[in-house]
């Protein structure tokens, strides 16, 4: 399979700030993207310009509504995603509601035509999940049993973010996902993630973890060690900026109920090689590895978080939808990826 580029739809523009999901679609399209993470978000909007009065019925129809969308622009569904918060509540009664809201999740991707659901770990509060593992892997086969009772099957893409309760880095990702053991549960690599882990901290000065060049190093051998491609369901793929100052209580960014990293991830995400925004992260090597020596084959794309996205400026998810081309362009030179024919005839309107 040739590499093929994706974005997520958040990436071209946030509901909130009056960005149509149709609009981003037709930027990802004209910027010769071939698939879309659908941001739950999007949907949720969709669904309330429906009429009645049901959340769910809405819901689902407003799956059906993207899906044509999707059809009438030759994009394809990619996953839908953030099914958040899920593993290791304390609350059993949560979890068991959470159960429910999955089942209708699947359902939902079933009508978006996507096989793969996103489960970022979990950032709830220390007293609200447990550290147990054994309840963490517990959780993530009951949900996993979930998808493989659907026909078609639905996969569930594990990530652990970097500012997650009990799971922030790959390898303990990685840990659930063998664990878990199904064939339809495995891994998200996200190198923003990655690298926003081990590599880098926003809250000091040098944007930089210590022995940060040895321990990405480090944690790359281990991924190149360990991970099998066909456990690889997902890859995603942004840099960030290195701040001017630390991201501390007196930072613009900072938000007094989130963790330096996540309020960092909020505002200042990046696409792959923009230097002149700031990035500084070590994505080109963290790529080289997934492509070349993990021997990853499929979808990669684009999920950039980042104040601009919040700005009511129609123009925002066509200036986002350009940077993204641009920088697939950049990756494909860098990494000599295998040009899709569709994204070529779209570097003309670079």
């Known amino acids: 399979m040739l590499y093929k580029p994706s974005i997520c739809t958040v990436s071209l523009g946030r509901s909130s700030a009056g960005h149509s999901l149709e609009h981003k679609l037709d930027m990802a399209r004209k910027y010769g993207f071939q698939a879309v993470e659908l941001f739950f978000e999007d949907l949720l909007e969709l669904a309330k310009t429906m009429p009645g009065g049901d959340p769910m019925s809405n819901q689902l129809a407003a799956a059906a509504m993207i899906r044509q969308l999707c ?6 569904m990619l996953c839908l995603q953030p099914f958040m918060h899920y593993e290791g509540l ?11 809201e999955a089942r209708f999740w699947v359902r939902l991707a079933h009508i978006l035509g996507t096989d793969t659901i996103l489960l970022p770990s979990s950032f709830l509060s220390s007293s609200e999940v447990s550290p147990s593992m054994d309840m963490i892997v517990q959780d993530m086969v009951e949900i996993a049993e979930v998808g493989l009772e659907a026909s078609p099957v639905i996969r569930f893409a594990y990530e652990a973010l970097c500012w997650g309760t009990r799971v922030d880095t790959w390898e303990s990702s990685w840990e659930v996902v063998q664990r878990v ?3 339809n549960f ?6 923003f993630n990655i690298a926003g882990r081990v590599y880098a901290d926003p809250s000091i000065s040098s944007g930089r973890t210590e022995n940060c060049d040895e321990a990405i190093e480090a944690s790359l051998r281990g991924m190149i060690a360990c991970v099998n491609p066909r456990k690889l369901f997902l ?7 290195k701040l001017a100052r630390p991201l501390d209580s007196g930072h613009s960014f900072h938000h007094p109920e989130q963790p330096p990293r996540m309020s960092w991830s909020r505002n200042a995400r ?10 500084y992260l070590p994505i080109k090597r963290i790529l080289d590895v997934i492509v070349r020596d993990i021997g990853y084959r499929g979808w990669l794309s684009f999920e950039v978080f980042n104040r601009v996205l919040l700005e009511r400026d129609e123009r925002i ?8 081309a641009k920088s697939w362009k950049l990756m494909e030179r860098d990494l000599a990826l295998e040009r899709s024919s569709a994204h070529y005839k779209a570097q003309a309107l670079l």
């Open 71 to 76: 059809d009438d622009r030759k994009l394809s």
């Open 90 to 100: 304390l609350d059993r009664e949560l979890h068991q509601k959470r159960l429910e």
């Open 181 to 183: 053991d199904r064939s």
């Open 186 to 191: 495995g891994i998200c690599l996200d190198t």
């Open 235 to 241: 890859v995603q793929m942004a840099d960030a900026e």
């Open 270 to 279: 990046l696409f792959y090689g923009e230097p002149q925004h700031g990035g």
């Open 317 to 324: 998810p066509e200036m986002m939808a350009r940077r993204a």
